[in-house]
């Protein structure tokens, strides 16, 4: 059975890399795409001018600014319903205007998956990376977000993150559920013990679990400080993959692990990311 997966663009700025890796899993998974493009109108209150000191808004300036995104947002719809029908994908589009995040929060609840690229921000203030925007949305996404390079990468691993937790877990079957169409892909379990031992908590359940949705699944166990080796690992083994965690959203403790191993992922090792919360 299919999905309802969206791809997430900054309506004036359209993401190749977003578009070729939505529509190779709606493909591959035969799910409905969804290709969301969101007009930002906050920028309507900072479009001022000034007349005596006093601030204006200068309706002008507005109007030809609206104008302006209008063009670059039906260029980009044009390109993504020929990036679909291209590989006969079904689609639809809709189109979005108001405050991103409160667009694209409401969209997460009625969807099975969103895919967005990971340079998307809009109008963030501060700096970082993921920018405020993408770390406001993965916190409070009603869904599973899908981080994606702005270049697509042709991806045949999944590299699953087991914490001996239920978030991870939880991040696991999810991942299962929504990639069902696409059982080639290998699976590696990913764990890591602060201690020196090859011990997985819960292992006997959990790999049940995993060998039941994962029928060639590997296991490694890593050692030494749980973020370190993590991305050390991922640095070297990291080549055509999606990586999968859980708890971004969950205790405080758990969701700043989990946000500083997604920031450096995404900032040092460009691959696809693979995030859900309970």
Not at 1 to 28: C, N, Q, R, V
Not at 202 to 215: I, Q
Not at 229 to 236: G, I, Q
Request: glycine share 6%; net charge negative; hydrophobic share 40%.
């Amino acid at each position: 059975m299919g999905k309802k997966i969206l791809a997430a663009f900054d309506g004036t700025k359209y993401s190749d890399g977003a578009s070729k890796y939505a529509i190779e899993i709606a493909k591959a998974t035969n799910s409905l795409l969804v290709g969301v493009f969101i007009q930002d109108m906050r920028y309507i209150n900072f479009t001022y001018a000034y007349a005596w000191d006093q601030p204006f808004i200068d309706f002008s300036t507005v109007e030809e600014s609206q104008k302006e995104d209008q063009e670059k947002i039906k260029l980009n719809i044009k390109l993504f319903h020929r990036a679909c029908e291209e590989k006969g994908v079904q689609h639809k589009v809709h189109l979005d205007k108001g405050v991103p995040i409160q667009e694209l929060l409401t969209e997460s609840v009625f969807s099975d998956l969103i895919i967005i690229d990971s340079h998307t921000g809009f109008f963030s203030l501060g700096e970082g990376y993921p920018n405020p925007f993408l770390k406001d949305f993965l916190a409070d996404s009603h869904c599973p977000v899908l981080i994606v390079p702005h270049q697509y990468t042709y991806f045949d691993k999944a590299v699953l993150c087991y914490d001996g937790g239920p978030s991870s877990v939880f991040a696991i079957k999810q991942f299962s559920y929504l990639f069902q169409g696409m059982e080639d892909l290998k699976a590696v379990v990913l764990s890591v013990n602060e201690q020196s031992g090859n011990h997985l908590k819960d292992g006997h359940n959990f790999k049940d679990l995993v060998h039941t949705h994962f029928k060639n699944a590997e296991f490694e166990i890593l050692n030494g400080h749980a973020e370190q080796a993590l991305v050390n690992y991922l640095k070297t083994n990291a080549n055509n993959t999606i990586l999968v965690m859980g708890a971004y959203g969950g205790s405080a403790l758990s969701r700043m692990f989990h946000q500083s191993l997604s920031t450096k992922v995404l900032k040092e090792i460009s691959i696809p990311v693979f995030i859900t919360h309970q």
